[in-house]
């Protein structure tokens, strides 16, 4: 009995000590839990700002740096003009977007400045101008010209121009002491004015009943009025019209362009040139589709040149406006005061005077004067181009510099970000010039050769 009780007291310490030794088990369960083990230690002594930034720079467009990549990005929100300027809500938006992001110590990583670098440029990627509008606008400012085949910049028996006019609540906003509606309204009157006796001039307003509240939606979404009828300037006449509507509500752009569409239906191209501009400062807010009306008016029977002004307008109106004027075959163009209304709407009074010296038969359509548009056009390029890229690089340095001065990133990061602001800056300017080389290059070509070329190289590829 006692040799029994001895194994017996052997084999339970054994059993004992196994149960309670550190050592893993031998098995293959064991090896795999041990495995995982390893890897949630390995991932929690993982820094988690490193894991962050491999992801937010997943979800950030890669930086533009082709003329096709930078003329064809969407503009950021903050963009259009100088940071420094914009309503403090904005300012502290953009700044507050950045601060989003991990902190940057004193010894930064690639990833981390990349990281900025992206986000800041989606935020204030500016609006470049498109080489391949050159010659559109050239066409306009060449109105007559024999080269031109398409046949809305020939001269008609009849010239027509409507102004469709944006008269939602924001235009209640005040611009150097006056609101945005009445420096557009005193920009028509003006315009109008000046147009020879045999034009005819017609305004459409939207958006300008009701109020901008919800409650007020319905009525303010339907309001879109012919004021002033296609005839030709009538100033008492013009002015009541003028007279008769406020910035209140809504913006049922896509509306006023299925009713413009309408105003013009009996004025077919076969003998009317047709002139469209269309005033916003926003985008649609009335659930219509602007891009799809625009595209129907285009490729209808009354053949408009569609001009659309941004007037003092966001980066999302800047988008959505641009998009409507592609759809409708025609420009776009900014418009940040009185002045540069006025500068865009003077093009079609240009127009109308070569259209009232060709009933005269003072104007015989002759080509010499492309070369001359070609000269004047190309410094005004390489000015809108430098000032978008002047913009761009002081607007991403100021929300970064104050980021800097908070502590969210070290000096050295700024520095580096900094550079690559500059590095971005002269590498533009670089492309200003092969760009300017390429237009000089055209103008001895027939202006259809021309327009071929350059959107080959500028429109059609980056489509």
């Known amino acids: 009995m006692g040799r029994k009780k001895q194994i017996l007291i052997v084999l339970m310490s054994i059993f004992f000590i196994?149960?309670?030794?550190?050592?893993?088990?031998?098995?293959?369960?064991?090896k795999e839990v041990e495995t995982k083990e390893k890897k949630m230690e390995q991932k929690e002594t993982t820094k988690p700002d490193e894991r962050d930034t491999a992801f937010l720079l997943s979800e950030l467009p890669a930086p533009t740096w082709t003329v096709q990549e930078i003329v064809h990005a969407a503009a950021g929100e903050f963009s259009g003009q100088d940071f420094s300027d914009l309503e403090l809500e904005k300012q502290n938006k953009a700044v507050a977007l950045l601060k989003e992001l991990p902190k940057i110590g004193k010894n930064p990583t690639?990833?981390?400045?990349?990281?900025?670098?992206?986000?800041?440029?989606?935020?204030?990627?500016?609006?470049?101008?498109?080489?391949?509008?050159?010659?559109?606008?050239?066409?306009?400012?060449?109105?007559?010209?024999?080269?031109?085949?398409?046949?809305?910049?020939?001269?008609?028996?009849?010239?027509?121009?409507e102004i469709i006019l944006d008269a939602s609540g924001s235009m209640a906003k005040k611009m150097n002491g006056k609101t945005m509606m009445d420096t557009a309204k005193e920009a028509i009157e003006e315009f109008a004015g000046a147009l020879p006796g045999g034009a005819n001039i017609a305004l459409r307003v939207y958006g300008h009943k009701g109020s901008n509240e919800d409650k007020d939606k319905e009525v303010s979404c339907k309001s879109n009025e012919l004021v002033y009828d296609m005839q030709s300037y009538d100033q008492t006449s013009l002015q009541d019209?003028?007279?008769?509507?406020?910035?209140?509500?809504?913006?049922?752009?896509?509306?006023?362009?299925?009713?413009?569409?309408?105003d013009l239906e009996k004025l077919n191209s076969d003998e009317n040139t047709n002139i469209i501009y269309v005033v916003s400062d926003g985008v649609e807010t009335?659930?219509?589709?602007?891009?799809?009306?625009?595209?129907?008016?285009?490729?209808?029977?009354?053949?408009?040149?569609?001009?659309?002004?941004?007037?003092?307008v966001d980066s999302d109106g800047q988008n959505q406006l641009k998009e409507v004027a592609k759809a409708a075959k025609g420009l776009y163009a900014d418009a940040k005061n009185q002045e540069q209304l006025k500068e865009e709407l003077e093009k079609t009074q240009e127009i109308a005077k070569q259209w009232e010296e060709w009933k005269r038969d003072a104007v015989n359509g002759a080509s010499s004067q492309r070369y001359e548009q070609m000269r004047k056009n190309i410094p005004r390029f390489g000015i809108e181009w430098g000032d978008a890229n002047s913009f761009e690089k002081f607007n991403m340095r100021q929300p970064l510099n104050m980021l800097k001065d908070e502590g969210h990133i070290s000096r050295t990061a700024f520095q580096l970000l900094s550079d690559k602001t500059s590095e971005r800056y002269s590498h533009i300017m670089e492309l200003r010039k092969e760009v300017e080389n390429d237009l000089r290059n055209l103008a001895d070509q027939s202006f259809e050769e021309a327009r071929e070329e350059i959107n080959q190289k500028y429109k059609e590829n980056s489509e």
Not at 18 to 30: L, R, Y
Not at 241 to 262: C, D, I, M, V, Y
Not at 286 to 312: M, R, T
């Open 18 to 30: 196994s149960a309670c030794s550190d050592k893993p088990v031998e098995s293959e369960t064991g």
């Open 110 to 161: 690639e990833d981390e400045i990349e990281l900025y670098w992206r986000k800041s440029l989606e935020l204030f990627h500016e609006d470049y101008p498109n080489p391949a509008n050159v010659l559109d606008e050239i066409a306009i400012e060449s109105f007559g010209n024999s080269e031109i085949e398409d046949e809305r910049y020939q001269f008609k028996d009849k010239l027509n121009v």
């Open 241 to 262: 019209s003028l007279n008769q509507f406020k910035p209140t509500g809504f913006t049922p752009l896509a509306n006023a362009l299925t009713e413009a569409k309408k």
């Open 286 to 312: 009335c659930n219509g589709d602007p891009v799809a009306e625009a595209k129907k008016l285009a490729e209808s029977d009354i053949q408009p040149i569609v001009n659309v002004i941004g007037f003092d």
